[in-house]
């Protein structure tokens, strides 16, 4: 007996198409002034970067050239986004632009200037994450610095901040997480009149915030660890953490 053959539905061809169009087609991203190129997939970037998503998709040149510039960002922290968007995970030591020699290394054995590089590599992520619109990005690098922080035992260096108030908006969790980490330390340990001359005007005026404000609080209970996770985290409407 004869098989009936399946049945198509008006425009089922291009629906097909349409969804091996949209999986697997590339984006090519050139980063920095030697023009770095990287190769990401279209449906991947757009579905967790806003920035991606509007170039990639409305009237701007990059939709129908299906190439985006970077050039002042480094190569090396696009390369940390790549990485994210691939496994999920974030990976500091992927900052190493050339120096691999202390890759084999646990973290609490590199050198308190290696600590500094990292989270100042950080930083630049946390940046590009704001530049892309990408909240799942920049949560996913909060996290990672917060636990940088527990891994090195200290609370990073004064050039850290400084590089996060030049780098990152004010009102960012970022910047929350640095002033709720250097509240609960104590300064780093020097006076605060000293300590404040050594740090940008904003940051000194928000953390004399947060201890008139928090004054009840301890200064454990003031800790970042003391927190709940999703409390230095970006949220879209209606989203929770997972």
Same mark, same amino acid.
């Given at each position: 007996?004869?098989?009936?053959?399946?049945?198509?539905?008006?425009?089922?061809?291009?629906?097909?198409?349409?969804?091996?169009?949209?999986? %697997?087609?590339?984006?090519?991203?050139?980063?920095? *002034?030697?023009?770095?190129?990287?190769?990401?997939?279209?449906?991947?970037?757009?579905?967790?970067?806003?920035?991606?998503?509007?170039?990639?998709?409305?009237?701007?040149?990059?939709?129908?050239?299906?190439?985006?510039? %970077?050039?002042?960002?480094?190569?090396?922290? /696009?390369?940390?986004?790549?990485?994210?968007?691939?496994?999920?995970?974030?990976?500091?030591?992927?900052?190493?632009?050339?120096?691999?020699?202390?890759?084999?290394?646990?973290?609490? =054995?590199?050198?308190?200037? #290696?600590? #500094?590089?990292?989270?100042?590599?950080?930083?630049?992520?946390?940046?590009?994450?704001?530049?892309?619109?990408?909240? @799942?990005?920049?949560?996913?690098?909060?996290?990672?610095?917060? *636990?940088?922080?527990? =891994?090195?035992?200290?609370?990073?260096?004064?050039? @850290?901040?400084?590089?996060?108030?030049?780098?990152?908006?004010?009102?960012?969790?970022?910047?929350?997480? /640095?002033?709720?980490?250097?509240?609960?330390?104590?300064?780093?340990?020097?006076?605060?009149?000293?300590?404040?001359?050594?740090?940008?005007? =904003? /940051?000194? %005026?928000?953390?004399?915030?947060?201890?008139?404000?928090?004054?009840?609080?301890?200064?454990?209970?003031?800790?970042?660890?003391?927190?709940? *996770?999703?409390?230095?985290?970006?949220? *879209?409407?209606?989203?929770?953490?997972?």
């Amino acid at each position: 007996m004869a098989v009936k053959a399946e049945e198509k539905t008006p425009g089922s061809d291009r629906s097909a198409k349409r969804t091996k169009f949209d999986y %697997f087609e590339d984006v090519v991203v050139l980063v920095g *002034k030697e023009e770095a190129r990287f190769v990401v997939h279209k449906a991947i970037v757009c579905r967790t970067s806003d920035f991606f998503r509007a170039a990639c998709h409305g009237e701007w040149k990059e939709a129908s050239e299906k190439t985006v510039r %970077f050039p002042e960002v480094e190569a090396n922290i /696009f390369g940390i986004y790549m990485g994210f968007l691939y496994t999920g995970n974030i990976d500091m030591r992927l900052g190493h632009a050339a120096d691999c020699s202390t890759d084999a290394k646990p973290l609490k =054995d590199l050198s308190t200037e #290696h600590h #500094h590089q990292i989270l100042d590599w950080a930083i630049l992520a946390y940046a590009l994450g704001e530049m892309l619109q990408d909240c @799942n990005f920049r949560n996913a690098v909060v996290d990672a610095i917060k *636990k940088l922080l527990g =891994d090195f035992g200290h609370i990073g260096g004064v050039e @850290n901040v400084t590089s996060a108030c030049q780098r990152a908006s004010r009102s960012s969790k970022l910047m929350k997480l /640095f002033v709720d980490t250097w509240a609960s330390a104590g300064y780093g340990g020097k006076p605060f009149k000293d300590w404040a001359k050594e740090m940008p005007i =904003d /940051f000194v %005026f928000d953390m004399a915030c947060a201890s008139v404000d928090e004054a009840a609080m301890s200064k454990q209970e003031r800790s970042p660890y003391a927190r709940e *996770k999703c409390y230095y985290h970006d949220h *879209k409407d209606g989203e929770k953490c997972k």
